[in-house]
């Protein structure tokens, strides 16, 4: 019978259901080489990601959320980098579609979950539905169009049904052998700001700008509250969340990657033994 893996103290940034994330900071408290540091953790994060692609005996999912120019796309670009292409792919969500809505809130993101021997990235989440709808519980009427439904009679209930459906969700998939590893880029206020700013700045980057960003910010401690909940909520040994203080986008890449890196080692995954005679086939390329 398989031993599910779980997941303890791999990262300074694990989630506790005891942790006080208002406390917890967005900058890194050093000065150390962090892109040197990411690249000797990209080069081993291909390293164990090939044994993954080999061994087929595992699955990997890499959750990441985020409040806007946190930088959810870079650090999946670079983390990823050496990864081969063939093993990982990512699953971008925006905002639902007709189809998705006539589903339950899971349904558009368990369809694209990796086969054994794949690495798949979640851009955004099933935790939309507990975070950014839980801001905004107006977005719920797409949801359940028509009269009031007796669910959202109360509200509490009704988010810690949630909860209750996304860890069940996530306990079958260790169950079956996928490694959930789950991001949230710790950005402050201040440095969105200037993210934004720089948008606007660069001739370059005002592509990336989007005037609904700005109408999200005066719900800025709504939001952090709803992370917190959620996180606090949801991560388990299993499926562990990782608060990464994201106010430097390199020391946050080198955290993830390194974060990844340590779970998979603990895995143990192995090269798969050859199901050939491996000498007959040495002599036979030396003979050809």
């Known amino acids: 019978m398989m031993t599910m893996t779980q997941f303890n103290n791999i990262s300074q940034w694990q989630v506790q259901a005891d942790s006080q994330l208002a406390n917890w900071p967005t900058a890194p408290d050093s000065s150390e080489d962090f892109v040197k540091n990411l690249k000797s953790a990209r080069n081993l994060l291909a390293e164990e990601t090939a044994k993954l692609q080999a061994s087929r005996s595992h699955s990997l999912l890499v959750i ?18 050496k990864v081969n292409v063939n093993a990982v792919r990512a699953e971008a969500f925006k905002r639902p579609t007709k189809l998705e809505l006539r589903h339950d809130f899971i349904w558009r993101c368990a369809r694209v979950l990796p086969a054994r021997g794949e690495v798949v990235v979640f851009n955004r989440s099933h935790y939309e539905e507990v975070t950014t709808v839980r801001v905004h519980p107006e977005y719920l009427g797409a949801q359940y169009p028509g009269e009031k439904p007796a669910e959202l009679e109360d509200m509490e209930a009704f988010w810690a049904h949630r909860f209750a459906a996304i860890n069940g969700f996530e306990q079958h998939l260790a169950n079956s052998r996928t490694i959930v590893l789950k991001f949230w880029l710790n950005l402050s206020k201040d440095e969105q700001k200037r993210r934004f700013q720089r948008r606007l700045d660069k001739p370059e980057k005002n592509w990336k700008f989007n005037a609904a960003d700005l109408s999200q910010r005066p719900y800025w401690d709504a939001y952090q509250q709803a992370y917190h909940t959620a996180l606090k909520a949801t991560s388990a040994a299993h499926a562990p969340w990782f608060a990464i203080p994201a ?6 890449r080198w955290q993830i990657a390194e974060t990844v890196c340590r779970a998979l080692q603990q895995v143990e995954l192995n090269w798969p033994q050859p199901d050939f005679d491996l000498n007959e086939a040495k002599t036979l390329l030396q003979q050809s």
């Open 64 to 81: 990441m959320q985020a409040t806007d120019a946190a930088g959810k796309d870079s650090a999946i670009r670079e983390v990823f980098a």
């Open 247 to 252: 106010d430097n986008k390199d020391y946050a």
